[in-house]
């Protein structure tokens, strides 16, 4: 689907001089990194990374969270990587795991068969704990209550380019809500109960797309009986979750999707910067309750067919990408996201380069966009932090490196 230049575009282009946008006042903005204390070395390497390209101009704070109790090391050891104000939260247990209502028998029970189905990540009970607490409750952290704004930052991440303007100050002149670089696909065989439920809370709510929600659809079959097979073929296994949960969820159809089918796609949640007033209203609010209390984050099932498949598949729980992605198809519009497609970013194996990228030559500007894997003359972090030099030809893109 591509979404036309009037409706987002590169908040500047061509080579700025960092120094002047810092002369400016700084939004009401953190990043915030979620972190373990073994995960030291890889935040540091992503503090290295957006303190070379972006933060030393700027100097945002860093808010650090953790379910367990940060160490001495971990605290002094970020302390040397940070040019802004550092502070450290504890993750409530009201925030982190089971929740009261749910049956922690049968949702480790959920948690065990995703782990036998070799479902990366399905069998380890922490990473549903921070799918949840990163989909309805880091922004509920105290820590997090002055912000406006947020950047997330996960270990092991990488930025090429040097961001030389503040991404918020131009969120927030533009009006925007929830910006990304990378959007990605799952395999269509895993079974979207995320997507059903999604689609139900647009319904029950009667909430009318403003645009974005057709982002995520596969187009629509031709026939509609064809339609019907597809979905049986493709969903054999497709149950709704009640047993977990105790909200009563039978008024939800599992079939009545108004004949819509989730394409998988989702904005990568690893890079965010977002407005927090957006997660904290009420509509989100309502959006994440239905998607909790379906039980989803511990027991999304998968398909026979899937199984196959499973040990090359990423994410096919709920993660927090989906659901931040859907609660943004059902309740904002194209024009309230943007996309960061002068920002050079990886995590993992994927990254986004805006040498590459068609959407600079272009007015249009497709949001699925092909990410590719071609680095060119890369300066490794510790090799330039070795003998850093201020950028000449500085600015958005020009400086990838
Ligand atoms: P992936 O990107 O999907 O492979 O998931 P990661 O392992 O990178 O986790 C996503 C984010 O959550 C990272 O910032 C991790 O540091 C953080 N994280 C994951 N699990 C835990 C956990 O059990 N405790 C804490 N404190 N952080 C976690
Ligand atoms: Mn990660």
């Not at 991440?157 to 990378?182: H, S, V």
């Not at 497709?238 to 949960?245: C, H, K, P, R």
């Not at 089918?261 to 209203?281: G, T």
């Amino acid at each position: 689907r591509k979404i036309s230049e009037k409706h987002d575009r590169v908040f500047a282009t061509g080579c700025l001089n960092p120094e002047d946008a810092a002369k400016q006042p700084r939004a009401n903005a953190a990043f915030v990194v979620l972190a373990r204390n073994q995960e030291l070395e890889g935040v540091i390497q992503s503090l290295k990374s957006i303190e070379r390209h972006f933060n030393r101009w700027f100097h945002y704070p860093y808010v650090f969270l953790n379910d367990g109790e940060f160490t001495e090391e971990f605290k002094s050891g970020v302390q040397n990587y940070t040019s802004g104000k550092t502070e450290f939260g504890q993750i409530d247990p009201s925030m982190w795991g089971f929740p009261d209502w749910v049956d922690i028998e049968v949702a480790k029970e959920g948690i065990r068969k995703q782990g036998d189905a070799v479902i990366m990540y399905g069998g380890m009970e922490s990473y549903h704990h921070m799918c949840r607490f990163y989909s309805g409750f880091f922004y509920k952290h105290e820590l997090l209550d002055k912000y406006e704004w947020y950047w997330r930052l996960e270990p092991e991440i990488k930025y090429f380019c040097d961001i030389t303007y503040d991404p918020f100050i131009e969120m927030a002149r533009n009006n925007k809500t929830y910006g990304f670089t990378i959007a990605v696909k799952e395999l269509k065989e895993t079974v979207p109960n995320i997507f059903r439920y999604a689609s139900a809370y647009k319904r029950k709510n009667k909430i009318k797309s403003q645009g974005l929600w057709e982002m995520f659809l596969e187009p629509p079959p031709e026939k509609a009986a064809e339609k019907k097979d597809n979905r049986e073929k493709t969903f054999p296994n497709a149950i709704l979750q009640t047993e977990v949960g105790h909200q009563n969820i039978e008024e939800i159809d599992p079939e009545d999707m108004e004949g819509e089918k989730y394409n998988m796609c989702h904005f990568w949640s690893n890079f965010e910067i977002a407005r927090l007033d957006w997660f904290r209203s009420k509509e989100y609010e309502d959006f994440f309750q239905m998607m909790d209390h379906s039980g989803g984050f511990w027991m999304e099932r998968v398909s026979f067919f899937v199984l196959e498949f499973a040990n090359i598949l990423t994410g096919v729980q709920w993660g927090d990408a989906p659901i931040h992605s859907l609660a943004a198809g059902a309740l904002l519009a194209p024009k309230d996201i943007h996309y960061f497609r002068d920002f050079g970013y990886r995590h993992t194996t994927i990254q986004h380069c805006p040498a590459n990228a068609p959407a600079r030559q272009s007015p249009h500007i497709p949001y699925l966009e092909k990410t590719t894997l071609v680095e060119k003359e890369r300066i490794e972090e510790d090799e330039y932090w070795a003998n850093p030099d201020p950028p000449k030809e500085n600015g958005v893109g020009c400086r990838c490196r």
